[in-house]
């Protein structure tokens, strides 16, 4: 997950903080805030819309009810560049009047209750926060759009490559590449590239001005709105290119940023091979890190290791880019392992406590299939990561891809991923990926 989130973690203090994880179960004031009694609603199979009402706006988000094997299994629906995405939810739970569905490999969940017919209403809860996260929520079933349809005939033309500038509420600014691919009368789908990784699946609707676009992965809610020109007041000692975009980035809870982006076809980001690098007179890494199997370390240095090709992935349970460089690997490593290359994960979560900790990653390891070895490395934050690795410098971003050779030296830092809603961009990061590795095996 790139930095940028962490970044979101400084203005959303209670929404997006790096503190110690909380209990994975939904509590008694879960149940209350979703309001209500009676009997436990009833997740009508087929399409729904939900709604998260946060900071006077309305996060809109896509899922679907399903029932497997006779129960019932919610996918949340992400459309983006590259299709769609669909997250399983398949751990849910009814006491009460209210239902629990957890989100996927995120320690959050829906917690849900009737609300009129083919209604829901209640909250998403993050429980990996010091105090649990809560937003409220709606639900309505039926097949629906994201955005209503504005009703405008003429759209703006939002497609296309933009250079973008994100500002957060502390005046700090932080580059980005917009890729916007708007079908005719106004149906859009986007994300955006940062140096540390890229804001994933993002749909939404192009209007005669405006844009509104949003994504919701179970553990991080996004709206990103924008309009062609500034709107009132103007600062008119500045001067503004045509076309020029303004937006707002919400976050969750509280968090917010400012965008300003013009097209630029050429738009790039900095090269992600140069961004984190060994400090001067380093050539390894040296650490021993608890196996998330109790009972083990994992060291570079171990015997497995010794003439291979390793990859290091440095990631987190908690890291949406984390999930997508996961669901690359897994599967490559299970192809390519017999070839003399393997892969540790190296697991920074939101506590330091190993009891806490270990857990989570195990259970993204089963529910992800990895195949290789992932060890709890310390807590989710860059000095967590400098301190238990001290030959890195200026480390970024989860994740980080380290990639080490026959002799165990260092030989490249990739720093973020850009995942499958990126399109292109994603074909690229995998074929980077394999060339890197490649070229190590035969030498």
């Not at 690795?389 to 970024?396: G, I, R, S, T």
């Amino acid at each position: 997950m790139n930095n940028v989130f962490l970044r979101l973690a400084a203005t959303a203090a209670v929404g997006l903080s790096l503190g110690a994880c909380h209990s994975n179960n939904s509590t008694s004031s879960e149940t209350a805030a979703a309001g209500g009694t009676g009997s436990a609603p009833v997740l009508t199979p087929g399409p729904w819309r939900g709604v998260l009402a946060t900071q006077g706006q309305e996060i809109p988000f896509l899922f679907e009810v399903k029932t497997e094997a006779g129960k019932p299994v919610v996918y949340l629906i992400n459309q983006g560049l590259n299709g769609e995405e669909r997250l399983r939810c398949e751990d849910i739970k009814s006491a009460g009047d209210s239902t629990t569905i957890r989100m996927h490999a995120f320690d959050a969940a829906l917690v849900v209750r009737a609300d009129e017919a083919n209604k829901l209403k209640g909250i998403w809860v993050k429980y990996d926060t010091k105090d649990p996260y809560r937003v409220p929520m709606t639900a309505t079933a039926g097949a629906q759009t994201l955005f209503p349809d504005q009703g405008n005939a003429k759209t703006f033309a939002f497609d296309g490559t933009w250079k973008v500038t994100f500002q957060d509420e502390n005046g700090e600014t932080y580059p980005a590449v917009g890729i916007f691919d708007q079908d005719g009368a106004g149906p859009t789908t986007a994300t955006f590239l940062t140096s540390t990784g890229d804001y994933r699946y993002l749909a939404g609707k192009a209007g005669e001005s405006d844009l509104r676009l949003s994504t919701f992965d179970g553990s991080h809610a996004f709206l990103f709105t924008a309009h062609n020109g500034p709107k009132e007041p103007v600062d008119i000692t500045k001067h503004y290119a045509p076309n020029t975009l303004f937006g707002d980035f919400y976050s969750g809870k509280s968090g917010h940023e400012t965008w300003t982006a013009v097209p630029d076809p050429k738009a790039k980001l900095p090269d992600a091979d140069t961004l984190t690098y060994l400090k001067k007179g380093e050539s390894r890494l040296n650490f021993k890190f608890p196996n998330v199997i109790e009972g083990g370390s994992i060291s570079p240095t171990d015997p497995k290791y010794r003439g291979k090709v390793v990859v290091l992935q440095i990631l987190g349970s908690w890291c949406p880019n984390c999930m997508d460089e996961t669901n690359f690997l897994a599967p490559w490593y299970e192809k390519n392992k017999a070839r003399g290359v393997e892969i540790i994960g190296l697991g920074y979560e939101r506590s330091g406590d190993y009891a806490k900790s270990a857990p989570k990653l195990r259970n993204m390891r089963e529910r992800f299939h990895m195949g290789y070895d992932v060890a709890f490395a310390g807590v989710s934050n860059k000095d967590s990561v400098a301190k238990s690795m001290p030959q890195l410098a200026k480390f970024l971003a989860f994740p980080t891809t380290i990639f080490l050779d026959k002799k165990g030296n260092v030989r490249k830092i990739h720093t973020g991923f850009s995942g499958p809603g990126t399109g292109k961009y994603y074909q690229e990061e995998v074929a980077g990926f394999e060339q890197t590795v490649n070229k190590l095996l035969k030498e």
